[in-house]
């Protein structure tokens, strides 16, 4: 017998400006009564929860909402989500937002039908029933967690970002309207795009692709080097944020089946532990983790190199797949991604803590190269780039 695999996405997934009108219709198609409105206190602020909000009541559907949501979601948060979706009698849940927004709302779900707390169900497919009626609207190019059957949530306790990976957390309906994406920051855009090549860079390299998820990552890889740029210049180009919709969704199909690797077990670290973005932890660890994982992959990263638009004619295999790295390094600069977690607050006396929670962690496993705790540390030492210390020389 042949490997087996298999594919997942939502059943119905709506792209295009305007998408977002669809919401109550398809709320009341699924005989919702009430839904639990899940997201964060800057687009509520801005309105947007409300809009929403207005659309779903005009279709017939109440609505309460949770504007609560942190950057980097907890299991604290989700179970103030949960009170209130059971205070208000809610029987579906709509997210609005990034993967923030998504995966907090997939943490309520979970929880609202299966019991119990949210650690519990850190792993692989560790619910047994479904959530209720859950649709996901997306502001953000990056995460594709309205799409995906991955959900991560910090435990607070630990400092560590949970990996919860569930066929049953899949939104029945993903909502991809690229006008709630042209008011995203700079900064933002560029970390969500380069959070989707990440996507998919790892499932192209994963002992867990197929032919179809490197479908999905090769066009991701072009879209993205192409458009990304461009969103991040001027986020009223259209035709950039709408190619970019596409390209983190396709990343989302590329690595919700083809899985991960070292890049997000490790970012996964850095998130939960100094409450970094996820998108710019991805970023910076990319080129360290492909350098890592090149000798295994030496045939795959050549191909990275010509997808991210680098001349590899004439080149041995592992030339091109040195200019894959190039390639990445300096999109990052150009997109202004920081040079290091230094940066960012990183402590040296944290490597040997962060390093053993990446190898816990479920991304780890599909990852193509498999590394002692020695090289996951200095991976992450790599990465971190502190500062020289100047040697004082003392005349004996």
């Known amino acids: 017998m042949g490997v087996q695999s298999e594919f997942n996405m939502p059943s119905i997934n709506l792209f295009g400006a305007g998408t977002i009108q669809e919401v109550g219709s398809r709320l009341k198609g699924y005989n919702v009564k009430k839904a639990l409105l899940v997201t964060d206190e800057g687009l509520h602020k801005l309105g947007l929860s409300e809009t929403l909000a207005t659309i779903i009541r005009d279709a017939g559907v109440d609505v309460a909402i949770f504007p609560k949501v942190v950057p980097n979601p907890t299991d604290i948060n989700v179970a103030e989500g949960l009170e209130v979706y059971q205070n208000e009698r809610c029987d579906a849940i709509v997210s609005l937002g990034g993967g923030s927004a998504h995966d907090a709302a997939k943490g309520i779900g979970i929880v609202a039908t299966n019991g119990g707390e949210i650690s519990d169900y850190e792993g692989v497919n560790l619910s047994s029933n479904p959530l209720p009626t859950f649709i996901a609207v997306n502001t953000t190019a990056g995460t594709a967690s309205e799409m995906t059957k991955f959900t991560i949530i910090t435990d607070t306790t630990r400092k560590v970002k949970m990996a919860i990976v569930d066929k049953h957390v899949t939104a029945l309906a993903s909502i991809n309207d690229p006008e709630l994406m042209v008011g ?118 050549a191909e990275i190199a010509k997808h991210l638009g680098e001349n590899v004619e004439g080149l041995s295999q592992r030339d091109a797949a040195d200019l894959a790295i190039a390639a990445i390094e300096r999109l990052s600069k150009d997109l202004g991604i920081p040079a290091g977690f230094a940066e960012l607050g990183a402590k040296d006396e944290d490597i040997e803590t962060l390093a053993k929670n990446a190898m816990l962690d479920v991304c780890a496993a599909s990852n193509p190269r498999k590394p002692t705790l020695d090289q996951v540390q200095e991976i992450i030492r790599n990465a971190c780039k502190f500062p020289v210390k100047e040697q004082v020389l003392v005349n004996s």
């Open 184 to 301: 995203m920051p700079p900064q933002l855009t560029a970390a969500t795009g380069l959070d989707a090549l990440t996507h998919a860079i790892e499932s192209f390299v994963s002992t867990a692709a197929t032919p179809i998820t490197d479908a999905c990552a090769v066009k991701t890889m072009q879209l993205v080097v192409e458009y990304l740029p461009r969103a991040v210049a001027n986020g009223e180009d259209m035709e950039a944020r709408e190619q970019m919709v596409y390209a983190q969704f396709l990343a989302g199909m590329a690595f919700n089946n083809g899985l991960l690797g070292y890049v997000h077990a490790i970012a996964h670290q850095f998130g939960g532990f100094y409450d970094l973005p996820h998108g710019v932890c991805n970023a910076i660890l990319l080129p360290h983790v492909c350098r890592f994982n090149l000798v295994a992959k030496v045939d795959r990263f």
